[in-house]
C-alpha cells in the first residue's frame, strides 16, 4: 500500500496561513493524492486532490511537487473551524471497480488559536 | 448540498444480538462505502458496493457483517451477532464512482456493544 508521512500534530493562529506537509516517497505514477480532515465528532470531510498540477478550490490550496514524493495542503487563513485532524491519502486509480478503499493514517492534528 | 445521512446517531446494544445501520447516500451517487472508527484510532475501510454488489472488502468485513440496497435510496450494514470489539463510530461514505470522485462521508453510527 502507498504510505503517507504527516507531523503528529500542527499549530496555527487564527487568520494566518497554514501549511500542512506530507511525504509520499513511495507514489506511483497513477496514485492521486486527496487530503480529508475530520473535524471533532464528525465524519470525514473531503479537501482537495490532485495528480500532478497544483489544485485549489474554495476550501484550500493544494502544492505538489515536481518529483510527487511530497505535497503541502494550504488553508489560505486559519480559522477556528478549521481545527481537525487532516489526512493525506494516496489512492490508486481503479477501473471497473470502487476507488474507495482509502487507507487513513494518524493524520496531522490541526489546532487554530485565537 | 447534498449530504449523507446516517441513523440512528447512537445505537446500544447487547453482545449476540444483530443490528443495523443505515444511511442515505447522497441521491445520484452510485458508489456506497462503509468505515469504521475504534475510539481513538484510525478510520478503517469495510467494504465498499457498486452496481447492487461487493466491490471490495477489507480483513474487518467477515462473515458477521452485510451489506444491502434495499431500495433505490438506502444502504445498510447489518452485524449479525454483535462483539464488545464491534463498538465503534460507523461511517456510511458514497462517491458519484469515477476514479477521481471525492467521497462523501455521513456524520456517523456509534454503535456501543455491551
Known sequence: ?114 | EPEVTQTPSHQVTQMGQEVILRCVPISNHLYFYWYRQILGQKVEFLVSFYNNEISEKSEIFDDQFSVERPDGSNFTLKIRSTKLEDSAMYFCASSYGTTRSPLHFGNGTRLTVT
Open chain 1, 1 to 114: 500500500d502507498a504510505k503517507t508521512t504527516q507531523p503528529n500534530s500542527m499549530e496555527s493562529n487564527e487568520e494566518e496561513p497554514v501549511h500542512l506537509p506530507c511525504n509520499h516517497s513511495t507514489i506511483s505514477g497513477t496514485d492521486y493524492i486527496h487530503w480529508y480532515r475530520q473535524l471533532p465528532s464528525q465524519g470525514p470531510e473531503y479537501v482537495i486532490h490532485g495528480l500532478t498540477s497544483n489544485v485549489n478550490n474554495r476550501m484550500a490550496s493544494l502544492a505538489i511537487a515536481e518529483d510527487r514524493k511530497s505535497s503541502t495542503l494550504i488553508l489560505h487563513r486559519a480559522t477556528l473551524r478549521d481545527a481537525a485532524v487532516y489526512y493525506c491519502i494516496l489512492s490508486g486509480l481503479f477501473y471497473g471497480g470502487s476507488q474507495g478503499n482509502l487507507i487513513f493514517g494518524k493524520g496531522t492534528k490541526l489546532s487554530v488559536k485565537p
